[in-house]
């Protein structure tokens, strides 16, 4: 909770809040006490005598719906108790003779009734209740989420894929799917129509009614670039005499700015390298109509009729490549309009509805006179139900959520018997990339006027001084702000923070530090855990939270923080079938019957207790094992199945392996009880599983910052704070309007089309101000110690791009008197913290079963040669490397799809190699039945050994049966060696463990690895 349960509810009067006030919003600051003042509004309305029945208080997380309620039983519980506690909550609550004995009994038996929960599933009620008004007349309306959505998502994509085959049409479905999402099929194709339908279903639904792709923002057809672009090119070369020019070199650089202009191939993406001068051009077009004025190394001017066909030229490139962006938005709109009719017809006519399902029908009263009709019955009989309305965490409602419940809070607003109360924080609107419009706080201001009283709350009763001494220093330098970010939407205003008196007090003070560390991610790793045991985490009870920005480097981090020995939990949950070795062979073992060709899912059973309980049950036939364990299945259902199995090694296991098992049946259990789940979809279920759990005191929480907010924790560690430039241009792919929705063209051409520049420069203000609510939701999470984690600037790092690390450095200087960049208060502050006691289960034995052998892990890289062969890898080499295999991770079949290369100087290189005949070869699919994988992992036991690894590139062809016949292992090489046997000798161990990893996956396959060496541009046959 953000406020202790202890703490003085005095302290809300010296800030004047007025409680009682009708309809209230708050603009409640980081640590505030938000929680404190939902709970005070809710006891304030019981005790004044209203139902508790009849309040409605939402929030978006169970956690904080649970945090409110917890929160209104306990304070009426201890005040009903103490009468000194009583006497400070009447204050609090301004209500002076109130009975909290008799205002508990009426909260506790209404409680069945109390609708504190989350908005979802105050939607979801209200669809269960009116069901039939709302138009689900295909079954009983039932919520699918988590692993029963995406299986349900699987199975319909399955069904189309399998249908258009059987119909003749799947190369014109499958033509329709690589135009609408550019050749991005790195995973497989369902995979990718997967992750596809899941981006785009929601902008579908919400804006059904704009124009996707109109025509008229290009004013030109694809085919106008090849039908016109010679001609307008030898207008232009007609002129290239005529010029005054200042540098003897520049005709033959305008002469080559024009060429590469015309090689320009459409929906290719760069504008060939874009040298200075086309650069110059570029700009120019942009601007003024008239001569060109041009600069390579002087200015100089080129006008009359073969300027302005120059120009013409490149603002024809623009519109067509515009053209095709809109071609590909419309594409879009096919894929998905069968998609969500499929589901339509499929699932929510049999009254199966997920989340954005329900949200939909409740904000279908908008699109025509029936369901407004309709709505107004519905909301005609829940005025009689509810009269008072809290709202949560406002800045994180998203436009579907306010349309929902805009008419119930429309109708409360206009009686004088009913409230609205609306708590948040503009500062903390991090969700915009799911749909929360930190904008709804100004139009709820605007519509309801004087009848909306407003408060605010800065003071802080989670953060020690320290600790605000650098959020003030940071988020409240106008001056930085502005310099780094500009503008932004909305405005960033900023209110100081102040520590709530308690938290100044001598023994409650902490430090704040900045610490500037060289190297890159994992030397910051490990002063990150260098770090947490200076500070006493899992030895001291205090909590810990490591906070990052993506999923990616928040399962690096944990896991090289659980190699460091520290207890580590991940974003408050456990994976029951990825983080023990019980829940591994039970995953595997549902894997193996979703799919008993899956070679490396049997081993694993094989090489667990579990396949000797398997052996001795049903005999050596796998066969006959895998229809037994199916029938009994199908007989008691997969939760009854595992239970047999297990059965006999239960005892055998620790009893952390034994609640993992648990947590794996009860899932299963909840599977079965929804009726006719096959194999896969149990494979699925528990690959998916995740169970909600406190960290220990002593323990360590790694999370995303996204999935900190509402959390605090005594010390908060930064390790990655991001040095990319806000925003990032290439991340603008959806332009968004009131009238009509496009991808976007490349940047270049984009900026000459003015819609795509007012779209970008909407999208750039919100991107810049949700990242600067990223990092003030980031550092506002520390209670006593918050440490940020640097990387040492290089020296030719440009200081005044716009960036989180740059801001940071920018704001608070260097203000230590140690050796620390940034050092604010006492750093002995651990020594007052009591020792943590040893949890119940530390000494438990993790293992399966004692005399069990622990394979040892290996990576095929670790394979190389070392010692004479071994290179020292700089800093700058080590990173085009990995640029290099993130361009490759772009390129599918290059037959089929023009790749879309960074332009950088990886991006060239590979573009470059792309167009050598020998390599090209390699990225060819020329009509066959291949397979594309990139960044495969794999997993294998090998020589008794489990082997990890990633293959770059994977090709699997088959034959007309579909089995594969021939497996390709490709593996990009940057090393600077000087001899091609050099390379071959240093990775070809490398190379021998991936062909014996796809060997056993695929027995009656030839395996060819392949180097493909950048240096030596050719590819080497390794076997």
Known sequence: MDITENASPTAVLEKQLNIGEPNLLILASAGSGKTFQLANRIIHLVVRGEDPARIVALTFTRKAAGEFSDSVLIKLAKAAKDAGKADELRRAIQQPNADFSESLERVVQALPNMMLGTMDGFFSKMVRGFQYEFGVTGGKFDLLEGPRAAAATNEILTNILSEAIDDGGADEFLYAFRRASMGKEHQGVIESLRKFVRIWQGIFRNTRQSNWGPAYLAGVDIADWEARKFGLMAQVMLGLDGITYTEKRQRDALEEAINTIAQ???GSGSLGEAKSLLQTILSEVDGPIGPLELKYYKEFVFGGPSGDALREMILLAARCEMAAALQRTRAVWEIISIYDERCESELRSRGLLGFDDIKHLMGRWRDNEEDRLTREAIDFR?????????????????????????????????????????????????????????????????????????EEMADSWRSCPEVLELVNSVCGDPVAVGQFFGETAPKWEWKQHTSARRLAEPDRRGEARVEIIEGKIDERLERLGELLNELGVGEKNHTCGVLLRTNATMRKVADHLREK??????????????????????????????????????????????????????????????????????????????????REVWMD????????????????????????????????????????????????????????????????????????????AQKFEVAEHAEWISQTPPKWARELIPEMVQAESRWAMTQRYEAICMLYVAITRAKRGLYILLEAPSKTKNTDKPTLSNWLLASIGSKSQTDYFYQMGRPDWVDLVEQAKSPDFASSDLGLTQGMCRRERKTPSGLKKSAATAVIHSGSGMKFGSEVHAAFEQVGWVDEVTPTLPRNDAGRLVGELLETPSLRELFLRNGKAVELFCEQPIDAIVDNAWLSGVIDRLHLHRDGAGLVRRVEVIDYKTDGVERIEALVERYSQQMLAYQQVMQIAYPDAEVACILLSTRFRQSILVN
């Open 264 to 266: 320009h191939t459409i």
């Open 565 to 646: 020995g520290f207890d580590v939990i991940e974003e408050g949950a456990r994976q029951p079938s990825r983080d023990n070795p019980v829940g591994v062979a039970l995953a595997h073992l549902l894997k193996w019957l979703a799919d008993p060709s899956d070679a490396f899912a049997k081993k694993v059973i094989e090489m667990s207790p579990i396949g000797q309980v398997l052996t001795a049950k049903f005999g050596e036939a796998w066969q006959q094992t895998w229809e037994r364990l199916l029938e009994t299945a199908a007989t008691i259902g997969f939760a009854g199945m595992v239970e047999v199995v297990i």
């Open 382 to 454: 829940l005025d009689a139900r509810y009269d008072h309305w809290l709202l949560d965490e406002f800045q994180d409602t998203s436009r579907s959520d306010w349309t929902g419940l805009s008419p119930l809070v429309d109708e409360a607003f206009s009686s004088d018997e009913r409230t609205v109360f609306i708590v948040g924080d503009r500062k903390q609107a991090i969700y915009g990339w799911r749909g929360g419009d930190v904008r709804l706080f100004d139009e709820v201001i605007e519509n309801y006027g004087d009848g909306l009283a407003r």
């Open 653 to 728: 296991w620790s009893d952390f392996g034994r609640r993992r098992a648990g947590d794996i049946m009860a899932a299963l259990a909840k599977l079965d009880a929804q009726g006719g789940a096959t194999a896969q979809q149990a494979a699925d279920w528990i690959a998916n599983l995740e169970v909600s759990q406190s960290p220990g005191r002593a323990a360590v929480q790694v999370m995303t910052i996204h999935k900190s907010k509402g959390l605090g924790f005594d010390i908060v560690v930064l390790p990655d704070v991001p040095d990319e430039e806000i925003p990032q």
